[in-house]
């Protein structure tokens, strides 16, 4: 294969080892290594986007003809439009957290480690995307993990981040264990461990039960990443106790690797077992997709269940994105196209909300706010503008109209109402959920905007109008901000870019 | 015909008019909060929307039954043979028919005399900016909700307009009742809407994925194809889903039009600005439920199933809401009370199968509704209470308002002549002829008829207790004095509009935007008797009115002895017909306060028991956080042989037994 | 050349297996959950070797390539847990996992 | 035959006994002779399996490296080096396991071979030559997987200027 073809990876990797040499070299500003990885994920984009075809950039692209969604082969990698679609998000995630992470103190110490990690857990990410062969996704699913939890504790001074940290990094090793026994098995039960292999060449599958059991020890040592119910309990103390910078990574960025690894694993046994009787028991892959299901409503209802009552803001937010991910199991359990496109759209929306309502969290605590979601009282009329950026976050999230949140639900709930076969029940679990979240994301509203401002040291509380939360942050959140209203009001192109790209997966996949 | 063609094509105007009026105060009113030209923007745009408006009506009534729809399409997925045959296409569109155009000049008349009528009435309170902004956010949101072109688009306006009411009962939101009270409405109409939008997708679910879809485009929300010619009927289909997302739409319009048992909202809604009670929980926004059952029977049609749950619901409500009004003290509430008994004689028509009858009531009820409550604001801006008792008299210092009150009052009871009595009557004589048909709807029609009797007694012991007598029993009430030109013009429009917008159907144009309804409306056949029965209950519950209230009188219902009860028996026995003893009054009293009974503790309990349920689910879900890793890695193995157990033995052994795959 | 019962292998990873993940449930010292994490690991180590032992001509290379890589990345995540460990021993003067629990609810 | 398959039970039943001891010790250092010991023992297994290439990879890198990081994990946070780990309460943990065990054996060996499945010997260099060509990208990504470790571990453990 043609090196060229992985010019975004290649920029990505260089610019890690750029900032690892600028710190053994005795480097120390911030802002250089900040300035590296903002504008390697910002040219990394650009050349996914042109690989995708996109009319502007086309100029750019380094892809060979004829690559882009090719039958699927025996190898190890292989390009996808749906990958691709998914590097352009994981590099957009990427990007909000190092541009807002320019407004970092710049006298911090690691900075060089953080920027660092954080492309090297991206290069993972992309890596993902790219996988053609569970064991190469397992692995850059553990390049992306291993940078995580080193970028959790890398203040290395705070009890709270190394505790955060530690929990990360047991539960993860713990599902790195699980996932490759259950590797293992479907070794075992298929011979070869490309996805190619687990799909359309799988001849009658070996050993049924092994590769029941192995898919359920992928379920759970993948649904840790994605964080579903029940493999969810580190994620909230994570998100609370990590930087609040890296947990709207964790949140906005690495999630989503997990997605598309459910997408990689789960939809060739789905699509190819549920279409052709001929190549197995058709009792696998409804079985398959019926527990797949139940993972979905469980993860969105106990998030929202859990959110209800939370008191402070980071938890909420942990919580609420627990139950975003169940909106977008739902589009793997449904494994049609359109189910597909769905979930994938819901990834990309979840980037914009979800980054944005951390990066907004940290600006906040940056202007001297406390964690309490009663500590935000009467921001609103303090900070007008971070207000409404977080409330058309919050908006969004709760699938208010305009925004992006609506259109990806929307396009996901609907397609499960259409697709062949008895989804419909995911379709209103998803429904009711998005009626109780309303309520939460409600009353953060309330909170800000209706309720008094705390008497007692209102005025300390703010040191000075002059602290500002960083241009850095302000444009990321400004971006993201005007990404979920453009994208609400007008996803046409974007949304049929994705669907395309979805059909195109299906269709290799099958 | 030609000039109002373009009408059609101007109706987008109408909401955009107001959402620019949004914008404009909402952006720069805060800083000129002491100048009111907010309030006279708000009233301007308002204006323009209601001229639009009723050129539209007037281009409707010269092309009867014209059906125009322009549309865009937001988001569409394509539909793929196998696996997604059908597609999902989400339009955003404007559609002009008859019924829409009516509910155009509803909303855009009451909504500007309102705002006019605001300028003054909302002359003291801070946050004017605020106030109009948000009221024009609601006309925008109700024009564009008239205006959909599918259910879904209905469904956001929907939404939008529950925001809007949200934050204007919340007004005051200093005062904790009307912060409850927000909270309250937002809880309740949310249990509606859910149920709303389940339906909508159960509909969807049937009918845009089998592909025949008589007015339901294939794969859309849409309403119709847009070349099928209006009213092209229910298409009827009977299936235990279809009647399920009927009960679901019940449940939606339930929630909006305060219909029991989702009705506990409105009544603690009047914590608002009382312009905001007239233009939203009386004229307008609670319409909105009604006029999604209109829309829903006209499109898609209910099953004979939802239809008795509909005329149950409405039947009942008219009569539960009326009881509650014959014994409260608050003159808000009592209108409010009034409102719910109103609406759900919309709900039984539409029910049972008059969907045109009950628009026809729903246009009616609007002027005089709104009249009612523009005229207690009046008495209450003057004498700052709210409470019937405290006053008195009124009628020597605010003979306006007594009188618009008066005219109100008449047209809600029905008296004959004014508008209420056409709609009414039409409404009760046009089920009472399908009662030979349809047995089952006569327990609720009796409800119904009663109700005639209740509503004429109870709004007219407000008047007497309010105008009535010599002077305000409270003498420490401010000195009364009738209110200036901005709040007397709408109040003498609104008056002549609730005297004559009744007999408006009698000329054939106006009739052609209630296709079908018939010309004259309330002389079918053999009814004339029951107009008779009717007109006589009318009379009945003034005449009992005026014997406990009139004159400045203070009926009490004495609890001490029996010698007293027996002494006000007496006393005014003399009066009443025979028929109409205290007894059935006591009877009354009985049923109101168990219907008190039912809505405080039976519906607020459950309201609350939800609640609690949600709460105590986080808060026992939440103690499994415990923070210790080793508990979380428990989790990942529990749920890692829960999964392994499902996938292995459960799922196929369900898939088996449930016969899915 | 040799036969193996299949039966004999599969029960040894799982038993393994289960080893590993008690010990990582009811363990509170760190660096018994690192050794309980690397038991389970072996267990899926072992799983690739056996198979690739009787998978035929080309798996089996593959299988052992997996294990080679397996190991691999089992010794580096034991280098990144010590280093974890080390930081929050010297942060709090403790390597018990349920004393660092103040993130929860 | 029967010598391997005693061999192989032999070689099972130390795996497992060592595991179980090395997690139940008392003894901190006593738990990294047995893991030591754990390791050796499948290496041996390993060796049975006709994978000697990586019977010795288990031996340099776990029973050698890894044993020695463990010791020195436990040498710089304990005070004294025999140090009791802290009691801990069991909970219905092992129950579950055993069940999952249990289920998971009986479905997985029914359906497998019963007996007699012939173990295939490979050459190493067959095996080297597929690590670095068609694998490549594997031990490509497992470099990347180290870097970054190497990274994070070492500014996480070292003392900070600051």
Redesign the interface.
């Known amino acids: 294969m043609d090196p060229l073809a992985y010019a975004p990876e290649f920029v990505v990797l260089a610019a890690a080892l750029l900032v690892f040499l600028a710190d053994v070299l005795g480097v120390r500003r911030l802002e250089a290594f900040g300035g590296i990885a903002t504008g390697a994920s910002a040219v990394a984009f650009a050349l996914v986007l042109a690989d995708l075809g996109t009319p502007v950039l086309s100029g750019l692209s380094t892809l060979p003809a004829g690559v882009l969604d090719a039958p699927l082969g025996p190898g190890i990698t292989s390009f996808t439009s749906l990958g691709l679609v998914f590097q352009a998000i994981f590099l957009l995630a990427a990007f909000f957290v190092s541009l807002a992470s320019l407004s970092r103190p710049s006298a911090e110490a690691g900075s060089a480690v953080f920027f660092g990690l954080l492309l090297l857990a991206t290069l993972g990410m992309l890596l993902v995307a790219l996988s053609a062969d569970l064991i190469f996704l397992l692995l850059a699913i553990e390049l992306a993990s291993i940078s995580t939890y080193l970028m959790v504790g890398y203040s290395r001074k705070e009890a709270r981040h190394l505790e955060a940290a530690m929990k990360f990094y047991i539960i993860g090793a713990l599902s790195t264990a699980l996932s490759f026994f259950g590797a293992s098995l479907l070794f075992g039960a298929y011979g070869g461990t490309s996805f190619y292999g687990l799909g359309p060449a799988a001849t009658p599958i070996g050993y049924p039960t092994l590769a029941l059991v192995g898919y359920a020890l992928l379920i759970a040592g993948l649904g840790f990443k994605v964080t579903a119910v029940p493999f969810h309990a580190w994620a909230v103390d994570v998100y609370d106790g990590a930087p609040t910078d890296v947990s709207a990574f964790l949140a906005g960025g690495t999630k989503k690797m997990g997605i598309f690894a459910f997408f990689l694993v789960f939809l060739a046994p789905l699509l190819i077992l549920g279409h052709t009787p001929a190549l197995g028991p058709r009792g696998f892959a409804s079985a398959l997709q019926l527990t797949l299901g139940i993972a979905a409503v469980l993860t969105m209802t106990v998030g929202n269940l859990l959110a209800l009552l939370q008191k402070e803001m980071k938890r909420l937010l942990a919580y609420s994105s627990i139950s975003q991910a169940g909106y977008m199991l739902i589009g793997v359990a449904v494994a049609s196209g359109p189910a597909v496109a769905g979930a994938t759209f819901q990834v990309l929306a979840h980037v914009f909300m979800k980054t944005g309502a951390f990066l907004v969290v940290a600006a906040v605590a940056s202007l001297g706010v406390g964690p309490l979601i009663e500590d935000w009282r009467g921001l609103g009329p303090r900070r007008p503008y971070l207000s409404l950026s977080f409330a058309l976050m919050l908006l969004s999230l709760a699938g208010v109209p305009l925004t992006i949140g609506f259109v990806s639900k929307f396009v996901l709930f609907s397609s499960a109402v259409q697709a062949k076969g008895p989804f419909v029940w995911l379709a209103v679990a998803g429904l009711l959920n998005s009626a109780l979240s309303v309520f939460y994301y409600a009353r953060i509203l309330k909170t800000i905007y209706l309720d008094p401002p705390a008497p007692t040291d209102a005025p300390a509380a703010v040191p000075a109008p002059a602290a500002g939360i960083g241009w850095g942050r302000g444009a990321a959140i400004l971006l993201i901000t005007v990404g979920i209203v453009a994208l609400g009001i007008y996803p046409g192109p974007v949304l049929s870019g994705i669907q395309a790209a979805a059909s195109q997966f299906v269709f290799v996949g099958g | 015909m030609s000039g109002f063609d373009v009408a059609f094509g101007w109706a987008w105007l109408i909401p955009t008019l107001t959402a620019v009026a949004f914008v404009i105060v909402g952006v720069g009113g805060r800083r000129m909060a002491r100048l009111e030209w907010g309030g006279w923007v708000a009233v301007a745009f308002s204006f323009a929307a209601m001229v639009v408006g009723i050129l539209v009506a007037i281009g409707e009534m010269l092309a009867p039954g014209s059906y125009t729809d322009s549309s865009v399409t937001?988001?569409?997925?394509?539909?793929?043979p196998?696996?997604?045959?059908?597609?999902?296409q989400?339009d955003i569109g404007i559609l002009v028919d008859p019924i829409s155009a009516l509910m155009l000049l509803v909303v855009t008349v009451v909504g500007f005399l309102v705002l006019l009528y605001s300028i003054e009435y909302m002359h003291h309170d801070s946050g004017l900016a605020r106030y109009y902004a948000e009221l024009s956010l609601f006309l925008t949101a109700m024009t564009g909700l008239v205006l959909s072109d599918n259910l879904?688009e209905f469904f956001?306006f929907w939404?939008l307009v529950g925001v809007c009411s949200y934050f204007l009962i919340?007004f005051y939101?200093e005062k904790p009742s009307a912060?409850s009270a927000a909270k309250e409405a937002?809880l309740v109409t949310?249990v509606g809407?859910?149920l709303f939008?389940?339906g909508i997708?159960i509909y969807?679910?049937v009918y845009?994925?089998s592909g025949s879809a008589p007015g339901w485009a294939a794969?859309g929300f849409k309403f119709t194809n847009g070349s099928a010619p209006f009213l092209a009927g229910a298409m009827g289909g009977n299936t235990p889903l279809l009647t399920v997302a009927g009960l679901m739409m019940l449940g939606g319009a339930a929630g909006k039009s305060a219909q029991f048992p989702l009705h506990v909202w409105l009544p603690d809604a009047m914590e608002g600005p009382t312009t905001v009670s007239a233009l939203i929980h009386a004229a307008t926004m609670v319409a909105a439920g009604v006029y999604l059952l209109a829309v829903v029977s006209l499109f898609l049609g209910f099953t004979p199933t939802d239809q008795l749950a509909i005329v149950a619901v409405g039947g009942f409500t008219t009569f539960f809401a009326a009881t509650m009004a014959v014994v409260n003290p608050d003159i808000k509430r009592v209108i409010a009370y009034s409102t719910i008994s109103q609406l759900g004689y919309m709900v039984f028509a539409v029910g049972a199968g008059f969907t045109m009858v009950g628009l026809y009531h729903l246009f009616t009820h609007a002027f005089f509704k709104a009249l009612l409550f523009l005229a207690a604001g009046s008495v209450i801006h003057a004498v700052g209470t709210q409470d019937l008792f405290k006053m008195g008299g009124l009628r020597k210092t605010m003979p306006l308002t007594a009188a618009a009150f008066a005219i109100g009052a008449l047209s809600l009871s029905g008296f004959p002549g004014s508008s209420g009595f056409f709609s009414k009557d039409d409404i009760l004589g046009s089920v009472y002829a399908t009662l030979g048909t349809h047995p089952q709807y006569w327990p609720f029609f009796l409800l119904a008829l009663l109700t005639v009797f209740l509503t004429a007694y109870y709004i007219f012991r407000a008047w007497f207790l309010a105008f009535g007598g010599d002077g305000p029993r409270d003498a420490t009430l401010p000195h009364a004095h009738e209110p200036g030109w901005t709040m007397r013009l709408p109040l003498v429009v609104l008056s002549a509009l609730a005297i004559g917008a009744g007999a408006l159907v009698f000329d054939p144009a106006f009739a052609s935007l209630l296709p079908g309804i018939g010309v004259p409306p309330t002389f079918r056949g053999a009814d004339l008797a029951l107009s008779a029965v009717s007109v006589g209950l009318v009379a009945c519950g003034f005449g009992l009115a005026y014997s406990f209230w009139g004159g400045g009188r203070v009926f009490e219902l004495s609890e001490s002895t029996w010698a007293a009860r027996v002494r006000a028996l007496l006393l005014h026995r003399y009066y009443f017909k025979a028929g109409y003893d205290w007894i059935g009054l006591r009877a009354t009293y009985t049923v109101a306060r168990a219907a008190d009974f039912v809505e405080r503790y039976v519906i607020d309990g459950t309201v609350r028991g939800f609640e609690r349920l949600?709460?105590g689910?986080?808060?026992g879900?939440?103690?499994?956080?415990?923070?210790?890793?080793?508990?979380?890695?428990?989790?990942?193995?529990?749920?890692?042989?829960?999964?392994?157990?499902?996938?292995?033995f459960l799922?196929?052994w369900?898939?088996?037994t449930v016969g899915?795959? | 050349m040799s036969a193996f019962s299949p039966a004999g292998l599969l029960a040894l990873s799982g038993a393994l297996l289960s080893i590993g993940l008690f010990g990582i449930l009811t363990r509170r010292n760190f660096i018994l959950l690192l050794i309980s994490i690397e038991i389970a690991i072996n267990a899926a180590v072992l799983n690739f070797v056996y198979f690739a032992a009787f998978a035929g001509a080309t798996g089996g290379l593959t299988g052992q390539a997996i294990a080679v890589v397996v190991i691999g990345l089992a010794a580096t995540e034991v280098a990144v847990g010590l280093a974890i460990v080390l930081a929050l021993n010297r942060l709090r003067g403790s390597i018990n996992v349920a004393e660092a629990a103040t993130l929860k609810f | 035959m029967i010598l391997e398959e005693l061999a192989f039970l032999a070689i099972a039943v130390v795996a497992v006994v060592t595991a179980l001891l090395a997690l139940l010790t008392r003894e901190l250092v006593h738990t990294i002779i047995w893991i030591a010991l754990f390791f050796v023992d499948l290496s041996a297994l390993y060796f049975l399996l006709q994978a000697p290439f990586l019977g010795v990879l288990q031996l340099g890198v776990y029973a050698g490296a890894v044993t020695i990081l463990l010791l020195f994990g436990v040498m710089v946070t304990r005070k004294r080096i025999f140090s009791r780990e802290a009691a801990t309460g069991i909970g219905p943990g092992p129950i579950v396991l055993a069940g999952l065990t249990l289920t998971f054996l009986a479905l997985g060996s029914e359906e497998l071979p019963q007996n007699g499945v012939v173990v295939h010997a490979y050459d190493p260099t067959l095996l080297s030559q597929t690590l670095f060509n068609a694998d490549g990208p594997w031990l490509l990504l497992l470099g990347l997987v180290m870097l970054s470790a190497l990274a994070g571990a070492i500014y996480l453990v070292r003392e900070g200027r600051e």
Do not use: M
Not at chain 2, 74 to 80: C, M
């Open positions: 937001w988001i569409s997925i394509p539909g793929s196998g696996t997604f045959p059908n597609g999902v989400l879904l956001l939404e919340g939101y912060a937002f949310r809407d859910v939008l389940l997708f969807f679910a845009a994925t794969g949600f709460a689910l986080s808060d879900l939440r103690r499994v956080q415990t923070g210790v890793v080793s508990d979380y890695a428990a989790y990942v193995v529990g749920g890692l042989v829960g999964f392994l157990l499902l996938l292995v799922a196929p369900l898939l088996q899915g795959g």
